[in-house]
């Protein structure tokens, strides 16, 4: 079955840096993109960008611009995540999930804290 | 990219139907058939309820379903059940420069 299996949480200063991954199985991995997904505590789903497994073409949420940046390894079957300059405001579960016109499947969530 | 809206909660006694609206604008809900729903329990990942707004994936009950009418989508859920109780987040292919957006969620309370 399909499936995506994220890496384990991580504790970072401020201004540190995070590398998310998140390795798929159960299907062709670059036939579909890969989208990251954040959720910070209480709070809603916030879409962060995608990536093409296919070229590594890239899209980001233009308030994360110049902070994240989105990767594949093909030979691994595995995406990643990295977010550069943490802030509090950060700390949150970061899911990958396949994506075509939906989100579908998801990884079991990542919780990167971000306290000094 | 403002959110899709959606209520904040809603509530229902078992077997009853309940109704979650999600509502965007023509660059989004109103102009692609690419509105999906996700069902999260707490402490879990998002799961797929709906996609393409009224396509339900293998292994989902057919008491959820889902449409579409103008700038709003809705998913709708009959027979309530205990465990149907989470949030529901909707989400839409938009023309933006970000191409997909949620909605803020909504917590479904089964009484």
């Known amino acids: 079955q399909v499936q995506l299996v994220q890496s384990g949480a991580e504790v970072k200063k401020p201004g540190a840096s995070v590398k998310v991954s998140c390795k798929a199985s159960g299907y062709t991995f670059t036939s579909y993109g890969i989208s990251w997904v954040r959720q910070a505590p209480g709070q809603g789903l916030e879409w962060m960008g995608w990536i093409s497994a296919y070229n590594g073409n890239t899209n980001y949420a233009q308030k994360l611009q110049g902070r994240v940046t989105m990767t594949t390894d093909t030979s691994t079957s595995t995406a990643y995540m990295e977010l550069r300059s943490l802030r509090s405001d950060d700390t949150a579960v970061y899911y990958c999930?396949?994506?075509?016109?939906?989100?579908?499947?998801w990884g079991q969530g990542t919780l990167v804290t971000v306290s000094s | 990219q403002s959110a899709l809206t959606q209520p904040a909660s809603v509530s229902g006694s078992p077997g009853q139907s309940i109704t979650i609206s999600c509502t965007g604008t023509?660059?989004?809900?109103?102009?692609?058939?690419?509105v999906s729903w996700y069902q999260q329990h707490p402490g879990k990942a998002p799961k797929l309820m709906i996609y393409e707004v009224s396509n339900r994936p293998s292994g989902v009950s057919n008491r959820f379903s889902g449409s579409k009418s103008g700038n709003t989508a809705s998913l709708t859920i009959s027979g309530l059940q205990a465990e149907d109780e989470a949030d529901y987040y909707c989400s839409s292919y938009t023309s933006s420069s970000t191409p997909w957006v949620f909605g803020g969620g909504t917590k479904l309370t089964v009484l």
């Open positions: 023509s660059s989004d809900v109103g102009g692609y058939n690419y």
């Open positions: 999930a396949v994506v075509g016109n939906w989100f579908d499947p």
